[in-house]
């Protein structure tokens, strides 16, 4: 008998038929002979209302109450499928992450799991049970409730599929799977039948937008097979798994894009060590996530450096950086919310060198200019004027050959 | 310093307006110098609304998952008032039922609360803390999450200040305190300053409906004393306590009333051991309280017998009876619904037998019938025709001088 964590998102039980609809999918992954674990995300847009009412009351909500006010959108939608599916003739049972055994730290709504002791789930499928698990929420060690922050509960399905040794996680939600780039922006945009976690992870943190990385790095980790698919039809998804054939990982296998991209540049920077910890420490304690960074060659031992964060953390990025500009000695500080990101993302890319020049020809031919460039070793990213997102993602599709293959 | 309760119920924190009022209101009490803990229930409509949601997925709602369901509705209340306290500068921290160590039996929908460990309440008021508890829920043996049913927060209420050994628990409502009478009913309704714990109980479970009965015999049983009043308002509601003075108590202090009530009659019993717990048995079984009883006089030892039950259990009832009644050879069964129920409840009242004479010729006297009389030592009841019943409640407030004292 395998055992498999299905998760599904808060589109797919944003009402009661929606949550039937997911109680036959279960049941049916049920009857074909195996255990199952379900983790689910609150109702549709619960968890926004949730903190609409909580501004309403508080101008700054404090951490632990809004975790813990939040963690109740779970608990609503798991109870609730559990008795769609109790009521459908099968036995389920219904846990909070704190029941399920899920221990974080204390950083409220952005804790990390520090462990799970599953004995309480597995006790509960002996019984023959399907087990309906909360996402998102566990608990520290004072037992209060924590969350995982925004899409922490794909990496709750992927936390308890590892615990579980469970056989694959599968991610259901309102996507039919990993695309070679965004459909709405490239209709040619092909469904890829399989990817592997490095990929995927450049996908998904350049903007793809499919699944949490956090739950993907969690995948690769631990070597967990995850499908994600579509909760509304039964198409076959894509799975992110390690076995993925040497002659595709050699390609480039999907085309990322994000337009949500603001470039802060420190101009007349002195060329001396410690500086970019000066610069960045900062920014790190504020909890600003530093997305490119580019250090210009300099003349004279001075310099400008250049880093991206998202647009919404641009004002306290430079309220941040105003003053450790002018402690450093900086001439200026400058920033620029215009631009775009798109990216060529596939295994093996660094050792065939031609990606990078293709990449770079295809944007020129199309009058794109760009900003900056930066590379991982599967990944080729250009920040250029965020207007031309949509045309460089198309044209790059193209040239790439994604749409044939 | 003392150490207080206060409880709140749906309508008095059924809106982000209305949670920043109570918030005001438990700061007044701290800055007085007490030490406050607060119980919630759910906001408004919420648990209608979840239940709801429950029947929607399934026709019959399991009862754990039900219970877990409910539970986050207290939840949502106590931590946005958490929030909102701490917006307002106060020290404070919100706890589930089962944080705050309420532990209760496994009757889902109905526990029973089976002890409190308030330690963790007790370490969070040195630390100068106002502790808000959710109402309504604790936790059993197996950790899993359990309601008191209907009115369980003033239950959770009165039980915390017991066992933190409050010097008061205080339940702020929609009402002003105990009256007369039914205000709606009477207007010449009067507030009472103070009732003794037994008088309350008498008024409470024959439709005075302002404190649940529960809550009111745990008072009693500890002698914790509670206060009722307006949460809206600083009048200075009504106190029940135990040290209420002979000369009131000694007296009719109130008129209970209640439109919720359906006779059965069992016709043509034979009259011979073991057929009254033949008929009842099943009907406790089946869980629907009973409340008056009578037995007709019988001639041949045939008998007729007559309970009441609530409106909402009668086709329950005569489900369960039909069969039983023609399992003992009884000739028949019939019920009525359009009876209700009207009280006087007075503390001494058994000692001074004037008092039952003095209803009948009341009721008499406005040409109203009585269809079964009960009694107890501190209350005398009178089951008549239910569109007579303000008409019954307005005579007898008058014929007892309710108004005047």
């Avoid at 944007?363 to 990213?381: D, F, K, P, V």
């Amino acid at each position: 008998m395998s055992l498999i964590v299905h998760k599904y998102g808060g589109s797919s039980v944003a009402d009661a038929d929606r949550i039937k609809n997911v109680a036959r999918r279960v049941i049916r992954a049920r009857e074909q002979g195996n255990q199952v674990v379900v983790v689910v995300s609150a109702m549709g847009r619960t968890t926004d209302e949730l903190i609409e009412l909580a501004r309403q009351v508080a101008e700054k909500p404090d951490a632990r109450e809004l975790d813990h006010l939040l963690s109740t959108g779970e608990v609503v939608s798991c109870t609730l499928l559990t008795m769609a599916l109790r009521s459908m003739g099968q036995k389920a049972i219904s846990l909070t992450g704190a029941q399920a055994g899920i221990r974080t730290d204390s950083t409220y709504s952005r804790a990390r799991i520090t462990g799970i002791s599953p004995k309480r789930i597995s006790r509960e499928l002996e019984k023959g049970r399907i087990v309906v698990v909360a996402g998102f929420q566990g608990v520290n060690d004072e037992l209060d409730i924590t969350t995982l922050g925004r899409g922490g509960s794909d990496t709750t399905a992927v936390a308890l599929a590892i615990s579980l040794a469970a056989d694959r996680c599968e991610i259901y939600t309102d996507v039919e799977g990993v695309f070679t780039t965004d459909p709405r922006l490239v209709p040619q945009a092909r469904k890829l039948e399989e990817i592997g976690y490095e990929e995927m992870l450049e996908m998904a943190s350049v903007g793809a937008r499919v699944l949490h990385p956090r739950a993907v790095e969690l995948g690769w980790a631990y070597g967990m097979p995850i499908l994600v698919a579509s909760s509304f039809n039964d198409d076959p998804g894509t799975l992110i798994h390690r076995g993925v054939p040497m002659e595709i990982t050699n390609k480039v296998s999907g085309i990322a894009h994000d337009s949500d991209v603001a470039k802060v540049t420190v101009i007349g920077v002195p060329d001396r060590p410690g500086i970019a910890s000066a610069i960045f420490e900062p920014l790190a304690r504020a909890n600003i996530s530093v997305d490119t960074i580019v250090q210009n060659a300099g003349i004279n031992r001075i310099t400008d450096l250049t880093f991206t964060v998202a647009k919404s953390d641009l004002s306290k990025a430079m309220g941040v950086i105003k003053p450790v500009a002018e402690s450093i000695g900086a001439r200026d500080c400058a920033s620029d919310t215009t631009l775009g990101k798109v990216s060529i993302v596939g295994a093996g890319m660094q050792t065939a060198p031609g990606y990078a020049a293709r990449m770079f020809k295809t944007l020129s031919e199309e009058g794109i200019n760009i900003e900056l460039i930066t590379t991982s070793e599967i990944r080729i990213t250009c920040i250029i004027d965020g207007a031309k997102v949509p045309q460089a993602a198309r044209a790059l599709h193209r040239a790439f050959e994604l749409e044939t293959r």
